[in-house]
């Protein structure tokens, strides 16, 4: 997506060889109409795909994910961090590991909003290792729904979480796949 | 907000005399069409105020947020909880207190996306004892920007954080004021 990745360029900070800081538009300050636009391109690569259900996980992933969806005009899941006093006992969890913030969370939806007729499409802000991207793989496994695939926003391709996740069969439209940020110059796959 | 009263009747549970859980529409899964609805209601109660730019926190303010700030056509920008590794050191900070979750956390704000010339927006999905809307109040105050008020979704007004907040000079408009949910019932002030 060419004017995402201008804006990248632009005004993305290459803080070492493997972190890209966007906060200016995409995981701390957002541009809402920008944002739109990202949700409208990752909803054209999946039009065709039936999908009923979007799931994301809290907290950078929403604006997006609610931009998708309201595209697709379908609902939005975000997969909540740890259980908090109010949540149902019901739930489909699985544990995801943060290289940036070096922890551990556990995340979880509640079983009632995904059901075995589903068809889920994943959407989230960062692809770097994955995890937060097998986490919620797995927890689509759990429900039983079927997996549309994944729309990502900015794909850090060089930490190989896509390409496994690809070879297990899961389909991953990037909006901008970033090849290596060595020299603190972005350079971008395709 | 009528639609948004009816919405909480028909789907709203409540838990407790204190807990309305709305994870259905609002704080889990969200119906993006109806959040769009939510923030052009936000907007048209500040649309003369001109706001320019509208601070939430993570999690489930971000999309009613985002959905306020396209209609207001300004930037959005969601406060962090605690660091992150790649934060930036320049940040204005602040403790809230959650009764829901029963822990402190940080929330903060990189401070190069505030300025003394804005007119900021605070956008929350809730409103209780009002301690995230403090910890965001607090932050505006750091940055010296002007503080054009809060849009709140949903305020449980008998829990007092609005009242006190209103009394220290905030102007808050919530689309739907609940006044009681003794003996299981919803009861909305107006």
Redesign the interface.
């Known amino acids: 997506m060419k004017v995402l990745k201008e804006k990248i360029l632009r005004e993305g900070k290459v803080?070492s060889d493997t972190?890209l800081?966007v906060?200016?538009f995409l995981n701390?300050?957002?541009?809402?109409?920008f944002?739109?636009d990202l949700g409208k391109e990752i909803a054209s690569r999946f039009e065709k795909d039936s999908v009923t259900k979007i799931l994301t996980v809290?907290?950078?992933g929403?604006?997006v994910a609610?931009?998708t969806?309201?595209a697709l005009?379908?609902?939005?899941?975000?997969a909540?961090?740890k259980r908090?006093?109010?949540a149902d006992p019901n739930v489909y969890t699985s544990t995801i590991y943060s290289f940036?913030?070096?922890e551990s969370v556990d995340i979880y939806?509640?079983s009632r909003?995904l059901s075995p007729s589903d068809n889920i499409l994943l959407v989230d802000d960062f692809l770097a290792q994955g995890e937060a991207l097998k986490g919620m793989v797995d927890i689509v496994k759990q429900s039983k729904a079927s997996l549309a695939g994944a729309g990502i926003v900015i794909e850090k391709v060089f930490q190989g979480g896509g390409q496994a996740l690809r070879q297990s069969g899961v389909r991953i439209e990037s909006l901008a796949p970033v090849s290596s940020l060595a020299g603190g110059k972005v350079l971008f796959e395709n």
């Open positions: 803080l972190v800081k906060d200016s701390h300050q957002i541009d809402p109409a944002t739109m809290e907290a950078s929403i604006a609610m931009a969806g309201l005009n379908v609902p939005v899941i975000f909540k961090k908090a006093a109010t940036t913030k070096d939806v509640n909003f």
